[in-house]
């Protein structure tokens, strides 16, 4: 327990010293998503699905083909909040598992819990945040079965991690430490830092870092069309001498192009949208080149 105690004691004496310094002050919670980051115009809307598929031709056209990936299902508040996630099985169409969030902005905490597919607790993380401080806590609790005695156990603590901005030198220090089932006792500890320049922020480090992938093609959508709206990301160079380049259009993702060492372009990706009479799009065909990739629908359930 000695170990415990002395990380404690670590943790809070890095938050006071960067409260008196006064480097970093967060805005926001982490891990909180509002309408706007699923390209909705105005907060009326309760849920959104998504649903992507394979493409197939039918007389030249591409129509949707089989499900390519999990089905994802997302709930908002009446502050356009997301407050819920619902994830299906890619094959079976069953729910998989439920994420929901609680926010509270003024004490700088959320809680997010995740249930299985019979809505018994697999984890939940509870985020504290040091506005002024420059500094996100975050505590996982967890369900298991003790293999050995068959004993069923509830909101162990398993896993803690504290992320520190420096804004002088412009870095994100992430350090994680895992704690023994049995005793309680911190077992392993790492320590890394990251880079932190703009448009990127401590929240979309840690998001990138801690979000579980239960489906792939919305968050990756959402990544690259940040990358298309900022200026400082959207040309970016890859290892092996290649560019890419991401454009966006009435704040939408619209193309991604390719270009190798010598600058000659290599492929071109399009995003083709269809719109609902709220002028919100409701399907779009992903294609590379002339080959059609993904068709994502999109069901939106506005607020009455």
Do not use: C
């Not at 115009?41 to 699905?49: C, D, H, Q, R, Y």
């Not at 840690?206 to 900022?230: Q, S, V």
């Not at 995003?271 to 709220?278: A, G």
């Amino acid at each position: 327990m000695k170990i415990k105690g002395l990380y404690k004691i670590m943790m809070l004496t890095t938050a006071m010293f960067f409260i008196l310094q006064g480097e970093a002050k967060l805005k926001g919670l982490p891990t909180i998503k509002s309408y706007k980051d699923y390209n909705i115009g105005k907060n009326n809307v309760e849920s959104l699905k998504y649903t992507v598929y394979s493409p197939k031709l039918e007389n030249g056209v591409a129509v949707p083909g089989e499900i390519a990936d999990f089905i994802a299902e997302i709930f908002f508040d009446d502050k356009g909040n997301k407050i819920k996630e619902k994830v299906y099985h890619i094959e079976t169409g069953k729910l998989e598992s439920t994420t929901n969030w609680t926010y509270n902005e003024k004490d700088g905490s959320v809680i997010q819990t995740r249930t299985d597919s019979k809505n018994e607790q697999v984890y939940r993380i509870e985020y504290i945040v040091n506005y002024k401080g420059g500094t996100v806590l975050s505590r996982k609790y967890e369900n298991f079965t003790d293999i050995n005695t068959g004993e069923a156990r509830f909101n162990v603590f398993t896993t803690e991690e504290l992320w520190t901005e420096n804004a002088k030198t412009q870095t994100l220090k992430y350090e994680k430490t895992l704690y023994s089932l049995v005793t309680g006792e911190a077992v392993r500890r790492s320590t890394r830092e990251y880079p932190l320049e703009k448009p990127y922020t401590l929240y979309t480090t840690l998001d990138e870092i801690t979000t579980p992938i239960d489906y792939t093609w919305e968050p990756d959508y959402r990544e690259k069309l940040f990358k298309a709206t900022n200026s400082k990301t959207r040309k970016e160079d890859i290892y092996n001498g290649t560019q890419n380049q991401y454009k966006a259009k009435k704040k939408l993702l619209s193309n991604i192009l390719t270009y190798d060492s010598n600058k000659k372009l290599q492929s071109e990706i399009t995003y083709i949208y269809k719109y609902d009479k709220k002028k919100n799009w409701i399907e779009v065909l992903q294609k590379e080149g002339d080959n059609p990739q993904f068709i994502v629908i999109r069901e939106i359930n506005y607020r009455k």
